[in-house]
């Protein structure tokens, strides 16, 4: 069943969302050769508690951190642990805080140091498939709308869009309906409506598109050992357009102060 949201409720996400959005920020200034991801989850938990939510990640299925933590061939949910950060290296980091019962989700993938050319333009070319499956996120458009133009985006410049995995709703639960893939037809699905609030992830390939789990039950990574990166935000659809909910002041897309209302947007920064 897809639920939408009241403007109480939107608003109790969008703190949630600035609880991700600061942990996210400071983890991506974190990032750094040397760094093992344990680091990085230590800093997480510490941070969404000292704000005042709670790991929304931790104990979901058994899962035991805070973040996901995926390096380089990892699309999504690698778990934190004793790996050490390489100069070179790709590193998305996932986050969710859960905060007076909502629920927000976020991720990036950020360079760890200096990175190859093709590294840094499957990022970018990432980041802006974000952005306009955002874009899609307007009263009377349809869900398949946000896949399509995803996918568009990503096989135009010649990457693989994971089909295994997928955006979802999101809001008192981490996964609610309707899920949200990153391919599609356009004009497909359900009508969007103001108080649907989705978190858009999508997850790019440099090569196949084909992912397998690892041995540990969660990591997933491509099935070529090419590269991935993945970006998310909880995004509500508005009676203006789309609200980004776990909006950061650093590092984002140029094109996010579109979604940005005018009190916030001294603060939003590329």
């Not at 598109?209 to 690892?214: C, F, H």
């Amino acid at each position: 069943m897809v639920t939408l949201k009241s403007a109480r409720e939107i608003e109790t996400m969008r703190r949630s969302g600035k609880i991700t959005a600061k942990v996210l920020t400071d983890l991506m200034k974190a990032v750094r050769p040397g760094i093992t991801t344990r680091d990085l989850d230590e800093m997480a938990e510490r941070g969404i508690r000292e704000l005042g939510g709670i790991p929304t990640f931790k104990g979901y299925h058994g899962y035991t951190a805070s973040i996901c933590a995926s390096v380089n061939d990892e699309v999504v949910h690698g778990i934190p642990g004793d790996r050490v950060l390489r100069e070179g290296d790709l590193l998305s980091l996932d986050i969710g805080t859960t905060f007076e019962g909502y629920v927000s989700d976020s991720a990036v993938t950020v360079p760890v140091g200096a990175i190859a050319q093709n590294a840094q333009r499957l990022l970018d070319v990432t980041q802006e498939c974000l952005m306009v499956g955002i874009a899609q996120m307007q009263k009377g458009n349809r869900l398949g709308d946000i896949g399509a133009a995803v996918q568009a985006h990503a096989e135009s410049h010649g990457y693989g869009v994971v089909r295994e995995l997928v955006g979802h709703g999101v809001g008192r639960a981490m996964h609610e309906e309707p899920q949200v893939p990153n391919y599609g037809k356009a004009g497909t699905g359900i009508e969007l409506r103001p108080g649907l609030v989705l978190a858009i992830e999508p997850m790019i390939t440099e090569g196949g598109y084909a992912v397998e789990i690892l041995k540990d039950g969660w990591t997933v990574v491509t099935e070529d050992g090419k590269l991935a990166a993945h970006f998310e935000h909880t995004i509500a659809v508005t009676e203006t357009g789309p609200k980004i909910l776990t909006l950061r002041s650093f590092g984002e897309h140029p094109d996010v102060v579109k979604y940005t209302p005018e009190a916030e947007r001294s603060g939003v920064s590329a």
